[in-house]
């Protein structure tokens, strides 16, 4: 964007080798930034106070840096979020507090350094009014099954927002719907739907099943975008947002999740039977997002058309597959 220039950029991206922070670190270097630091999990466990002040000082030898995406997240499907809600609230919060304090301590706000959250649909009430618009994101509470982990990244929102209040640390908020792509977590005990019903399809033909099992009735809907339009955005509220509020990056797509099994099952050439399970949860009745904020703000809209994305995701785990 005009005004705006990555060269010379120090930036830190927490989760940068992962499925988002790997497209977004491409996307920086083809804007021209090099220095680009990317604490992994062996070196810094950012849910660890001390560990995230080491992670500043090693980065730049100690200067602030100039962004900070934080990307990095413990997360999973309806399966995960039920087996785990203790350490997903607990690991979600703690980086993401540590983090921003961090910055604080590191200098950022004097240096006019800039921290980017990246949050979660997950946070949404249950029942919001769709599409969700972004005021009402504080208006009820969210679905179960996800509730501890979404409401762990809101909570780190409002930090961000108390610390641009207080300390004037500049920041962007944004939250992206649910993601998909080349490069996904196709683990079948912590994917989310897209990945994991690829997986399905592609394990039953390659084995000769002539069916699959769903999770609940597949009368919720969800919205989906690409990864690649999900990073441009992040990118996008980095350089145009110096105040934290959230910003929805979506589509503005609804799919139920019946039709999306219908949608993928075509696309993988799978002629076999789909068996629902409803003693399964559905999970939040509805999610599709109004994205007029992103638009207005960040000049943003998504470019990938959805069965165009899922062929290349398709195509990307038959070359790929997972063991």
Wanted: glycine share 12%; proline share 7%; net charge neutral.
């Amino acid at each position: 964007m005009a005004g705006w220039n990555w060269s010379g950029k120090k930036v830190i991206v927490t989760g940068g080798a992962g499925f988002v922070g790997g497209v977004l670190c491409d996307k920086l270097r083809g804007r021209g930034c090099r220095d680009i630091f990317i604490p992994v999990r062996r070196d810094f466990d950012l849910t660890n106070e001390s560990a995230v002040d080491r992670m500043y000082r090693a980065a730049f030898d100690g200067a602030p840096p100039d962004v900070v995406i934080h990307l990095a997240a413990e997360v999973g499907g309806i399966g995960a979020n039920r087996e785990n809600p203790g350490r997903f609230c607990f690991a979600n919060m703690a980086m993401g507090m540590n983090l921003i304090e961090g910055a604080r301590r590191i200098g950022m706000p004097a240096a006019g350094g800039k921290f980017v959250l990246t949050g979660t649909i997950c946070s949404y009430p249950k029942f919001t009014p769709v599409p969700f618009n972004e005021d009402n994101l504080w208006n009820g509470y969210p679905e179960e099954t996800n509730a501890p982990y979404g409401i762990a990244k809101k909570a780190v929102g409002e930090m961000l927002r108390a610390y641009h209040a207080q300390y004037r640390l500049r920041g962007a908020y944004v939250l992206p719907v649910n993601l998909y792509g080349p490069r996904d977590d196709f683990d079948p005990l912590n994917s989310h739907v897209i990945p994991a019903l690829i997986r399905k399809f592609y394990e039953a033909k390659r084995d000769g099943i002539s069916f699959i099992e769903c999770w609940g009735t597949g009368s919720a809907s969800r919205e989906f975008l690409y990864v690649d339009d999900a990073a441009e955005g992040i990118l996008r509220a980095a350089e145009v947002m110096d105040e934290p509020i959230p910003i929805n990056l979506g589509t503005g797509m609804e799919i139920t999740i019946r039709d999306l099994v219908q949608l993928i099952a075509r696309l993988s050439d799978f002629t076999g039977d789909i068996r629902w399970d409803p003693t399964k949860p559905d999970g939040q009745p509805r999610r599709c997002l109004d994205t007029s904020r992103a638009r207005t703000l960040l000049g943003w809209q998504a470019r990938v058309g959805f069965e165009e994305g899922l062929r290349r995701t398709i195509d990307w785990y038959a070359a790929n597959p997972q063991p």
